[in-house]
Each structure stands twice: as structure tokens, then as C-alpha cells.
């Protein structure tokens, strides 16, 4: 039993890790520009198959690293000759935009590399189990936790020590003061919309390591990045943070007693939230109104 | 909040002038529009098949334009935006099917079912929702929407999981001593759909002309202005939610009794953002424009998806393509060049 509770805590934590980046992308694109990224899980595929088709000629390292950054590219193309048209525009606009994009951008995935899964061969000294035990934390989800944890750190460094970062953060808390200090708010909004899509990409590598490709992986981890960020509270990335991997592991720890409720308890978890605490165990008093 | 409204100050559009708007763009339906699109509704069993079209077809736009109605009841006339009423419409879905296939054979019975399903869950859950705005109330009506669709999907043995819900078909209609036979006849159900439309349209247009429905519009239009003048905006917004939801539902029995199957697709988010474009397209501050636009996607969809598997890519284009030239959709930019 504790083997098994152990292993779904593993299990958690890693799904959790993965829910935690998409969020935090989700979350600053969200915080600066008031768009909610429909089309972000499928920006994480598409940096899943980047790295499939990378991987030949660079191999895996180089991939991990240079697929997220042309998949962040291509956020970054996306926002300076999309997105950026409708930020003045009703709400309803930016959610329909990144919808289409999402359809399409799955059926260009699907027409591309086929509708089946196909594997993402991760390196050798990755994939070994710890011991007969701990047989299910092999090499590869260390490793990928660690980038995680890395990359997770690295952004709050990002925000809190680099002056873009810093810039970023004010202008989550209020854009116009930001913009009459001078400070260039379109490509403010673009590049943290292309660091929001790099992360999205990144997650797309490390999970296509663990799960495999497919062109709707990313539709299962949208939803509880969107949940992760209002039980979090929305404007604090902390706070994202600890959602995403309270849900994550809520509903690993459910599929050990009641596997049919795992989906269902994440949505219980955001009701009790929004029911004892509307602004999310973090958020800024007013932000999420 | 959105750029579209044109709210200038000074134009407060409380006082209830039935029809027109100061901006001179009908906000509620004229009877000449009315009388025009009741026309070609009730003849459409005659001419469709000369056009290429099936009875279902016609039915089916019937069906997503009453929901695409139900939320423009929410999105045009009160000014929030909910991105997850395909969960409404899909309970209402299963909420009829269910109970065809377990409880009843009655037609009504299962309607009702259907209606009160979906329309009490969308109250419920809209105590929640209703403190939201803007792009959050999106996001939790995004969020509290797939629930259904993982319940559905999960509890197989009762819902049909992942395949659907089977084993059910619509009866013929009662009332006392006369049978109405839709369950045969393709043109009956039709008119039985387009019966249970009007009755909504009728339901929609009262409360849209009554007090409640200028109070509705005065709160899309200025929010802060509608509290400072003693209007709860959180109850008014949650009760138009509530009232939208049963008519969503009401639209998903009719989709369940028209296809004699309801599935977990038509509880998905993705429908959602249909239902939405649906609303955009067609217009999504005229009170038609829905219909229109569900009658094009709806065609366009059976037709697309005919031809190629890349369906997908069409529709994404379509999202695209409205948001960046049409924003007004077809309606509203027919009514607004002769104001301008």
C-alpha cells in the first residue's frame, strides 16, 4: 500500500510538474496581455515534435533546448502578426483567436506526422529504473523534474532580477503607468507571450520523453493549467505554482481509491476554492474579478 | 472593458425604447426580419432539397441556433462572456437520452428532463461563476464545463463512456386521443424542433422587452453605471446565466432526439468555441445573428467534412478569419452601414 501511495505521489508530482509549466505560461501570458492561449497545449506538442524530428540530427540535448526556443519563435511571430490585433478588442476575440489557432495547429501536427503516437527516443543513460522498489522513479523523470525545478526557478529568477522581468511584472499589475514610464508595452506583451510559449515548448519535450507524441497531447494538460491557475489565484505565479501540483497530486492520490474520479476531484478542489476563497489560495485581492 | 460596445457616456440605455437603439442599430428583433426569417424557416422542407439539403440539415441548424441564441442571450444582451455551454447543452442531451433509454417513453417527459438537467446544473454552478468578468468568467465557465465531459466519459456503464449514449429513439408525440408521428417522419420533427424554437424565441423576445431584459442590456453596456444606479449586477448576471443554460439545454434534447444519440463530443469544450463563433459570426449584438451564423457553420461543417479530413484547418481558418476582418459578424455589419 505505501508502495502504491508512494508511486501515485511520484506519479502526481511529475503530471503536476508538467500542469505547473503549462500554467505558469498560461498564467503570464494571461496576467500581461488578458489572453487566455487556447492554442498553448498545442504549442506543446508541436515542440514535442520538433524535438522528434530534431533529435536525428542534433541529438536529444541539443533538441531539448533548441525546439523550445523555435517553438517560442514561432510565438513570438504568432503575437507580433496575430494576437496583438486584438488585445484592445472584447475578450471574446483574443479566446476565439487562439481556438483557431489550436485547431490548427493540431491538424497541422496530424497532417504532418499521422494521427497514431510515435515514440521520442530519450537517451539511454536516462531511462533506467532505481531499484526493484523504486522501480517506477527511472533516470528520466529525475532528470525531467530537475529541468523542471530548473526552469521553474530560472523563471522566478527572470521576473525578479532581469530588468524585462521586472518590467513584466509591474505591467501585470498595471500596464499604463508601465507604458507612460516609456517603457515599449508591444514588445513588452511580445516577448513575454514568446517566454509564456518557450515554456509550453519545453514541457512538450520532456513529456514526449515520458508519454510519447501524439497531436492532441497537450488538450489533456490545458484544462488543469486553466484550473491550477484559478485555484492558485490568479496574478501570482507562487501561487500557480502550488496549484498545479495540489491538482496534480490530488488526482493521482484519488486514482489509487476511485480511478474513475480522477479527472472529477480537480474540478471539486476548484469549487471548494472558488466557494471559501473566490480569489484563489494566492491571488491578488481584485485581480481575478 | 471591450472596445466594441461604443459606450460614450450620456448614453444610458435604460429607458426602454422597444426596437431601437440610440446608435440606431436594433438590438431587438423587427418584425419585418421576423416575419422574413419565419418564412423561410417554415418553407425550408420545401425548397431544401432543390438547394442540395436534407430535412436534418434544416433541423440540426434549427438546433445549434437556438443554442447559439441561448448564448447570445448571455454574451449580446448581457455582455459576459461564457465559453463552456456546450456542458448545458450536452446535459441536455443526455439528461433526454438518459431518461428515453431508462425511465419513460414519453417524448415530453425526456424533453423535460433534458431542460431541468441542464438549466439546474447551469444555476448551480453559475453561484460560482456569476462574481466573475471578462476573460475569468471565461475561464471558469471553460473549467467548471468539462466536468460533465469527464463524467460522461468515466461512468460508462450508465452514460456509454467514450462511444456515447445508444439504445434510444425519440417516440411519437401524445397529446390525449392525436398522435404526432416525429418519430418516422423527418418533416414532422422539424416542425416539432422549429415549434420548440419558437416557443424560446417567443420566451426570449418577452424577456428581453420586459424590464429585466433592459436591465440586462443597461449592465452590458455599463457595468459600474448599473451598480451605482442600485441594479445587483452579480444577481441579474447569474440569473441571465441560469436562463441561458435552460435554453442551452433545451436546444441539447433537441439535438439528442434528432440524432437519437448523445455523446461525450457534445459536452466538449471544443463545441463550446463553436457555439461561440456561431454567435460572432452571425452578429453577436443582433438578435438573428446567431441563427445566421449557425446556419453557415452548420452547412459549411457538412459540407467541409464531406470533402476533406483536414476539416479541422477549415474551421480553425474560419476562427481566424471572423476575428481578424468580420468581428461584427454578418448581421451586424449589414445593420450598421446605413447608421454610419
Redesign the interface.
Known sequence: MLQLVLFNVTNGLIIGAFYVLMALGVAMI?NLS???N?AHGNFLALGGYLAFVLIPYTGFWVALLVSPLLVGLLGYIIEQT?VR??Y??????????T??????I???C??IWGPNGLPLTVPDSLSQGLSEDLFFITGYRIFMMSIVIVSIVGLFAFLRYTRLGVRIRAGTLDLDTVAALGINVRLLRSLNFAVGIFLAGLAGVLASGQIGLNPNMGDDLL?PA??A??VGG?GSLTGTLLGGLLIGVASALTTVFWA??Q??VI?VI??LV??VR?RGLMGEEGM?? | MSATTTAKPGQARLNGRPGVQPSGRPALPQWTTAAVIWLVLLSAPLWLSLVGGYTALASHVVVMALVAMALNFLLGFTGVMSFGHAAYFGLGAYGAGLTLRYLSDSTWFAMLNGILLGGIAGTLLGILICRRRGVYFAMVTIAFGQIFYYIAYRWDDFTGGYDGLRGFSRQPLTFGPWTIDIQGNGTLFYYFVLFVFGVCIALMTFLLRSPFGRTLIAIRENQRRARFLGISVDKHIWLSFSISCFFASTAGALYALLNNFADPTSLHYNLSGVIVIMVVMGGMRSFWGPLVGAAIYVVLQDYISSMTVNWMSFVGLLFVMVVMFFPRGILGMLQRRPST
Open positions: 494571461l488578458n489572453v487566455i487556447f496575430m490585433r486584438v484592445s478588442r472584447d475578450p471574446v476575440y483574443s479566446l476565439l483567436l481556438f483557431g489557432l489550436s485547431f490548427i493540431q491538424d497541422v496530424r497532417y484544462l486553466f484550473i491557475i484559478i490568479v474513475s474520479a479527472e472529477a474540478y476548484m469549487a472558488l466557494l473566490p481575478f474579478t
